[in-house]
């Protein structure tokens, strides 16, 4: 038995009984773990407190055999993000966010960078005033860490870089980015064509920090294509249409 400690984000929560609940976490060190938190919906004064959605906290837990629950033993809030329950829409970002990535990830497998990007956009989103561009970016780059987006930069068929001011396809048929020769070639037909100006927007924000957002214009038209392309890569790994819920 490990007792094992390490910052974590809330990306649900579900009762376990009248005292306590299950939580999924993503953490800097070990990932996505569940964890029961027992007394966890306890009131008063001895109570530990409550675990909320997407709250930031550091955690201890005791590491149980893989495919057991963890147990959570402490458990100290660093910060709440106090936006989100003030203004809906806000709200609703983060719920994607966590949800999007609670579903994607897996247990287990430990990314840094993941958790400081999740944690970058919860941040963007409870202070800036661009939603669409951080959850964008958000998408792109989760998609790149989980390994389900091919380079951005060349043909998935032919591997060729793509040629300036080109564009390029997504085909759901040749499962991601092509050039206009290897797309004119398919049988399948299907194609979301990309301009050059959204393909190149589309690799600088599945690299960029979150805080260079807030400098980069994005006209409409290339929001559009950008949140068109990343719907449909993310319905492809799930099997079916994210749009509603998205
Ligand atoms: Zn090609």
Same mark, same amino acid.
């Given at each position: 038995?490990? =007792?094992?400690?390490?910052?974590?984000?809330?990306?649900?929560?579900?009762? /376990?009984?009248?005292?306590?609940?299950?939580?999924?976490?993503?953490?800097?060190? /070990?990932?996505?773990?569940?964890?029961?938190?027992? #007394?966890?919906?306890?009131?008063?004064?001895?109570?530990?407190?409550?675990?909320?959605?997407?709250?930031?906290?550091?955690?201890?837990?005791?590491?149980?055999? +893989? #495919?057991?629950?963890? @147990?959570?033993?402490?458990?100290?809030?660093?910060?709440?993000? +106090?936006?989100?329950?003030?203004?809906?829409?806000?709200?609703?970002?983060?719920?994607?966010?966590?949800? !999007?990535?609670?579903?994607?990830?897996?247990?287990?497998?430990?990314?840094?960078?993941?958790?400081? @990007? @999740?944690?970058?956009? !919860?941040?963007?989103?409870?202070?800036?005033?661009?939603?669409?561009?951080?959850?964008?970016?958000?998408?792109? %780059?989760? &998609?790149?860490?989980?390994?389900?987006?091919?380079?951005?930069?060349?043909?998935? %068929?032919? #591997?060729?870089?793509?040629?300036?001011?080109? #564009?390029?396809?997504?085909?759901? =048929?040749?499962?991601?980015?092509?050039?206009?020769?290897?797309?004119?070639?398919?049988?399948?037909?299907?194609?979301?064509?990309?301009? +050059?100006?959204?393909?190149?927007?589309?690799? =600088?924000?599945?690299?960029?920090? &979150?805080?260079?957002?807030?400098?980069?214009?994005? +006209?409409?038209?290339?929001?559009?294509?950008?949140?068109? @392309?990343?719907?449909? /890569?993310?319905? %492809?790994?799930?099997?079916?249409?994210?749009?509603?819920?998205?």
């Amino acid at each position: 038995m490990e =007792f094992c400690k390490t910052l974590a984000v809330t990306l649900n929560r579900v009762d /376990y009984s009248n005292t306590s609940q299950i939580a999924t976490f993503y953490t800097l060190n /070990y990932g996505k773990l569940r964890a029961l938190a027992r #007394g966890s919906k306890r009131m008063g004064k001895k109570a530990p407190g409550s675990i909320d959605l997407f709250s930031y906290n550091e955690i201890i837990f005791l590491k149980k055999e +893989p #495919g057991n629950l963890h @147990l959570l033993t402490e458990w100290e809030l660093l910060e709440d993000f +106090p936006a989100f329950r003030k203004e809906i829409e806000r709200f609703y970002s983060a719920c994607y966010v966590v949800e !999007l990535l609670n579903k994607l990830s897996e247990e287990g497998e430990t990314d840094k960078p993941l958790f400081h @990007l @999740l944690l970058d956009t !919860l941040h963007s989103l409870s202070r800036d005033n661009n939603k669409d561009l951080s959850l964008l970016t958000f998408e792109l %780059q989760l &998609l790149k860490h989980l390994g389900y987006l091919p380079g951005l930069g060349e043909c998935t %068929q032919c #591997g060729k870089k793509f040629p300036r001011n080109s #564009g390029a396809v997504f085909s759901s =048929f040749q499962r991601g980015l092509v050039c206009k020769t290897c797309h004119g070639h398919s049988e399948g037909g299907d194609g979301l064509g990309l301009s +050059p100006p959204a393909l190149s927007t589309a690799n =600088f924000l599945a690299g960029c920090k &979150l805080s260079a957002i807030n400098r980069l214009h994005v +006209p409409q038209k290339v929001r559009e294509e950008l949140k068109r @392309l990343s719907t449909e /890569y993310l319905s %492809q790994i799930w099997g079916r249409p994210v749009g509603t819920w998205r």
